[in-house]
Nanobody
Framework: QVSVVESGGGLVRAGGSLRLSCEASVSIDSIVVMSWHRQSPGKQRELVARSPTRGSPNYADSVKGRFTISRDSAKNTVYLQMNNLQREDTAVYYC?????????????WGKGTLVTVSS
C-alpha cells in the first residue's frame, strides 16, 4: 500500500502563486507516474500535470506555462508550482501515484487539498 498526502492549498488572489506538495509513503523512484488532478464543483476530475519516472512532464493545455510539476526523491515528494493563478483554477487538487512495483502495485489517491482563487 502507498499513501499520498497533499498539502499547500489555500486562498490566493488572482495572479498569485501557490505550491502544492504531495508526500508519498514510499520512494517516489519506485512509482512510475506521479500526477496532479483537480476537480471543481459540478465538473469531472481532470488531469493537470503528470511526472513519469522516465520522460518529460505533461501538462493540461489550460495550465501550460503557468504550472510546473517537479520531484524531490530525497523527500519522496512531488510538487506543483502554480503561478498566475486564475479563478478557473479554483478546485480541489488531488495527488495520484501509479505503481508497478511488485511491493505496492496499484493506483493511489490522496484526499485532496482545496485551492481557492479570488478576484
Amino acid at each position: 500500500q502507498v499513501s499520498v498526502v497533499e498539502s499547500g492549498g489555500g486562498l490566493v488572489r488572482a495572479g498569485g502563486s501557490l505550491r502544492l506538495s504531495c508526500e508519498a509513503s514510499v520512494s517516489i523512484d519506485s512509482i512510475v507516474v506521479m500526477s496532479w488532478h483537480r476537480q471543481s464543483p459540478g465538473k469531472q476530475r481532470e488531469l493537470v500535470a503528470r511526472s513519469p519516472t522516465r520522460g518529460s512532464p505533461n501538462y493540461a493545455d489550460s495550465v501550460k506555462g503557468r504550472f510546473t510539476i517537479s520531484r524531490d526523491s530525497a523527500k519522496n515528494t512531488v510538487y506543483l508550482q502554480m503561478n498566475n493563478l486564475q479563478r478557473e483554477d479554483t478546485a480541489v487538487y488531488y495527488c495520484n501515484a501509479q505503481s508497478i512495483d511488485h511491493r505496492h502495485r496499484g493506483e493511489y489517491w490522496g484526499k485532496g487539498t482545496l485551492v481557492t482563487v479570488s478576484s
